[in-house]
């Protein structure tokens, strides 16, 4: 069971790491634009974010799949 534990943390910070990457030049959109306009603002880039960050998730996991870095530790050759 630990063994899946660190696959899944691996995943999440790879992806967390993914995220930090690719929204840094995107801005915030509160201290740029100080208009009316704001919440639509917000929504927008809450769902770039959120699909840029669930793009990480997906790559992060292919390489867990993929290198299988936790496989000595479980002692079983399957990843399920």
């Not at 880039?45 to 990480?56: C, D």
């Not at 390489?63 to 399957?78: D, E, N, W, Y």
Request: hydrophobic letters at 50%.
């Amino acid at each position: 069971m630990s063994v899946y534990l660190a696959y899944a943390m691996a995943v999440y910070c790879l992806g967390s790491v993914y995220y930090l990457f690719s929204t840094r030049a995107l801005g915030t959109p509160f201290r740029d634009s100080l208009t009316a306009k704001q919440l639509a603002i917000k929504a927008k880039a809450v769902s770039e974010r959120k699909g840029i960050f669930m793009q990480g998730l997906a790559v992060a996991t292919l390489v867990m799949v993929a290198t299988r870095p936790f496989s000595a530790c479980g002692g079983s050759k399957s990843w399920f």
